[in-house]
């Protein structure tokens, strides 16, 4: 088997060999490789012979690697000449990056401010207003706040950060913003995506270190949630020492209705996820979630419409099987079918999802719990009976 790098697939003329492109198909056409087809993996071994066998044939994948699964099975199948593109898309992101940061700065920064123009004109009902509204509502952000805009490299945290800086533009209220990042052990194609990405939005980055990556890479048991927790400590102890009272995260309008119907479904109880937290561990911090009223797909538009490409997952365990769209889907990955196949059904859904856990009649349910106490509708069934018709003797 062959292989070719991008650069060098870039010199190809056109007619000189077939580049398939086998990731699943929204993220072919989020973006792909010039004259790329699509063929997606999970159709790819029923649909192969549409391929020509006296042309190359080139295949390209996330990282490179599910491709050469690929490649082997073309070769099995007798194509003669079948090409490996090494890194994959994510190498060319990163070279279509590279090349634009090196752009002349004036073009790259009215790039930035027509990015910036977008949140505030384009998509101001759809992503500025549910912002400041969660602001407003949840009184996330006030008077004198240092906040820690803790970034992991996708679409959530990228926005958020440029959010932030125009409300401290354009917001009534003063504050100080820090714009955080930890490397917890990212490979050096996502790493540099991050700062190229940061640089484009103009987005001035605090940067620092940990081995978390490492710590976990040898846990079998539910490493993802360690990871998570770790993450967290590290940021709320890091936001500390910059002298940051609240750090802000990336969670969206679709991440809390996934979370209470994963709670009602797997879990057996209501609850969400919360629009701000005191931290229980790192006194005198909190967490508020600016993005709580917007909606994923805002999100996704702002992104595409900008022509902007972020990394989808940074773990070095797991991007393989989450970008290329191998494995088996987590269990948020279900809710966020069950989503859309309600969203198809109606529009009101998702929002009567949200409003379920802010409009709760206690007289209604069967029980509840609120810290050490916890209330069974039979403790006061009868005296309530009892009372009701002593009113309407009365």
């Known amino acids: 088997m062959n292989t070719i790098t991008i650069e060098e697939l870039e010199q190809l003329k056109d007619g000189e060999g077939q580049i398939v492109d086998i990731r699943p198909q ?3 056409e989020r973006g792909t490789f010039p004259g790329a087809i699509s ?7 029923e649909r192969y012979i549409c391929l020509r066998k006296d042309q190359p044939v080139y295949l390209l994948c996330h990282t490179g690697e599910r491709s050469l699964d690929y490649a082997l099975f073309l070769e099995e199948q007798g194509y003669g000449n079948v090409v ?26 009215a790039k930035t401010a027509e990015i910036e123009r977008s949140i505030i004109k384009r998509y101001r ?50 504050f100080e913003a820090v714009f955080l990042v930890m490397n917890p052990g990212y490979n050096a194609d996502n790493w540099n995506i ?11 980055l605090t940067v620092f270190n ?21 993450r967290r400590g590290y940021l709320y102890s890091h936001a500390k020492e910059l002298g940051c009272n609240k750090i802000a995260l990336g969670h969206h309008f679709d991440d809390v209705i996934e979370t209470i119907l994963m709670g009602m479904l797997y879990s057996g109880k209501v609850e969400t996820m919360m629009p701000k937290l005191h931290s229980q561990n790192f006194e005198g911090m909190e967490l508020i979630r600016p993005l709580y009223l917007v909606k994923e797909d805002a999100i996704k538009a702002w992104r595409d419409s900008n022509g902007l490409h972020f990394i989808q997952c940074a773990c070095r365990f797991t991007e393989n099987c989450v970008s290329c769209g191998g494995g088996r889907g987590s269990k948020r990955d279900e809710m966020k079918e069950l989503v859309a196949q309600f ?19 206690l007289r ?10 916890a209330y069974n509708f039979l403790d006061d069934y009868d005296a309530r009976g009892n009372h009701k018709r002593e009113a309407q003797e009365e």
């Not at 859904?349 to 009649?361: H, K, L, Q, Y």
């Open 125 to 174: 009902k759809t992503i500025w207003r549910p912002f400041t509204k969660a602001l407003n509502d949840y009184q996330l952000i006030q008077e004198g706040d240092r906040v820690a805009v803790c970034i992991s490299g996708g679409k959530d945290s990228m926005l958020l950060a440029k959010l932030i800086q125009e409300l401290q533009r354009h917001g009534k209220i003063h």
């Open 26 to 28: 929204d993220q072919y």
């Open 210 to 230: 940990s081995e978390i990556f490492d710590t976990v890479a040898g846990i079998e048991k539910n490493p993802c949630y360690l990871c998570a927790r770790m």
């Open 39 to 45: 063929l997606p993996m999970e159709v790819f071994k």
């Open 364 to 373: 209604t349910v069967i029980g509840y719990h609120k810290d050490d106490e």
């Open 194 to 204: 991050i700062q190229d990405n940061a640089k484009l939005l103009g987005i001035p």
């Open 343 to 361: 969203r198809k059904t109606s529009d009101v859904i998702e929002t009567n999802i949200f409003n379920s856990v802010r409009n709760i009649n």
């Open 84 to 109: 490996n593109i090494t890194g994959g898309y994510r190498a060319y992101l990163r070279l279509t990056l590279s090349r634009y940061m090196q752009s002349e700065e004036e073009e790259r920064k």
